[in-house]
């Protein structure tokens, strides 16, 4: 038996609570868990120093902040095809602007996303956190759109 064999792993087992997690050696799981440890140990490799470098943006002067004064407009489609309907995945249900439900966030939505933007300019962890309900991740995903370096 190889030494790789008798490597141990934390296994949250389906179906049972965290607090049930046990410790297994890799010789008793390998069978069913191939993907998932090899997805976990990619995922621990430390990228490449050049990728880095490609990614790495400079962050931009607090000077340059704007506050959002009004929602982005989001639409929906209002007709409802399915992706084998349209053949396309989806994207042709948006046609000249036509049949679209225009949203925007609410006034506390807006404040909300104006202070996580505010805290990533001034470089400040944050947390957002309300009521469940409120629309917590639409706010997040404005965010992603409302800076200036793409993540």
Known sequence: MK???YVRYVVKW???QVSEVTWEYWLHIKHDSVNPVEDFW???QVPDP?????????HPHIREYKK?????????????????ETGTGGNDLVQNGEDVAVLQLRNYQ????NWIIWNWWNKRSCILADEMGL?????????????????
């Open 42 to 44: 990619i995922r621990q």
């Open 135 to 151: 629309g917590k991740t639409i706010q997040v995903r404005v965010c992603f759109c409302s800076t200036p370096v793409c993540f």
């Open 50 to 58: 050049y990728s880095i470098e490609l990614t790495t943006k400079e």
């Open 68 to 84: 959002l004064l009004e929602s982005p407009k989001f639409g929906i489609p209002s007709a409802q095809c399915s992706m084998a």
């Open 14 to 16: 389906k179906g049972l």
């Open 3 to 5: 030494t790789k064999d």
């Open 110 to 113: 807006l404040e909300g996303v």
